[in-house]
């Protein structure tokens, strides 16, 4: 058990994979989801970070395909397979979706929003949610380890735990 981890970090609007031994990470989770999709027998996960719900709200043609919940989880899903994850024992954990500001505008209600076009693609691909942490209104980061399935959160000001 002494082995080297290594913490892949992932950005914003961004995703990456990890194999155990080593561990993924995500900071400045506010409104953004954090979504993790692994198989725990092939120890094998890939962690997205989600900054906005729809790609239909882009503005360009090019734009980050990482960057929405309806594009990023399924290329996350695809390379994830490819990685040799098998598609019958995926499962997610997901933080993050707070309200970091107060608007009564449903359009600025991105955290809400986030968490809804996630759980709705996680549906889609028939992916178990086994844990979560999302809402309220303060700023997480997440850390996701391959080897024991354990995803540890830490919310500002607060102490961090485990879903």
């Known amino acids: 058990m002494n082995e080297q981890k290594t913490v892949v970090k992932v950005g914003i609007a961004d995703l990456n994979f990890v194999k155990a031994p080593n561990v ?3 900071s400045g989770l506010g409104s953004c989801v954090g979504v993790v999709v692994y198989d725990d027998r092939k120890e094998v996960a890939g962690l997205s970070h989600v900054l906005l719900p729809d790609s239909s709200l ?5 734009f980050n395909l990482y960057k929405f919940a309806d594009t990023a989880i399924p290329i996350l899903v695809t390379k994830l397979l490819d990685q040799g ?3 019958f024992a995926l499962r997610a954990k997901m933080a993050g979706g707070a ?3 107060t608007s009564s505008n449903d359009m600025m ?4 929003r986030n968490i809804l076009a996630v759980k709705e693609m996680l549906e ?3 992916i178990p949610i086994v844990a979560s ?3 309220g209104n ?4 997440i850390e996701f380890d391959p080897e024991t399935s354990r995803l540890k959160i830490k919310k500002v000001n607060k102490e961090e735990f485990y879903l």
């Open 24 to 26: 993924i990470r995500t």
């Open 58 to 62: 882009a503005r360009q043609k090019e």
């Open 85 to 87: 994850a098998r598609k």
């Open 99 to 101: 309200q970091m500001f």
């Open 109 to 112: 209600r991105i955290g809400s």
């Open 124 to 126: 889609h691909y028939q």
């Open 133 to 135: 942490d999302v809402g």
């Open 138 to 141: 303060v700023g997480r980061t």
